[in-house]
């Protein structure tokens, strides 16, 4: 049974750094492209970053391009989310989730079906 669980979450005040990771289990990660997506407070779930099998690609929201990094190691299981400059519209619930399929994987919601619980972060002003 395939499990993704986010921790690092936090609050922050503005222009502070953040790292998330995500642990899997069940699966191994290295078979599949991996994202992560945040949902603001009554808002929807939107886009926020990318990552191939291997890293060597990636693809960012252009709220977050240059102040957000995502990163994999296979080796351990586990996908990070390195956020820098945070702002407090960055406050979201943020999940970690693995792509449909094996191979190529977009920016929509559709394209993962297995989804961590969420970790909350908070950026004040």
């Known amino acids: 049974q395939a499990q993704l669980v986010e921790t690092g979450g936090g609050l922050v005040q503005a222009g502070d750094s953040l790292t998330l990771s995500c642990a899997a289990s069940?699966?191994?990660?290295?078979?599949?492209?991996m994202g992560w997506f945040r949902q603001a407070q009554g808002k929807e779930r939107e886009f926020v970053a990318r990552?191939?099998?291997?890293?060597?690609?990636?693809s960012y929201a252009d709220s977050v391009k240059g102040r957000f990094t995502i990163s994999r190691d296979n080796g351990k299981n586990t996908v990070y989310l390195q956020m820098n400059s945070l702002k407090p519209e960055d406050t979201a619930i943020y999940y970690c989730?693995?792509?449909?399929?094996?191979?190529?994987?977009?920016?929509?919601?559709?394209?993962?079906?297995?989804w961590g619980q969420g970790a909350q972060v908070t950026v004040s002003s």
């Open positions: 989730a693995r792509s449909r399929h094996t191979y190529y994987t977009g920016t929509s919601l559709v394209d993962y079906n297995i």
């Open positions: 069940g699966l191994n990660i290295y078979s599949w492209e």
């Open positions: 990552i191939s099998r291997r890293g060597h690609s990636t």
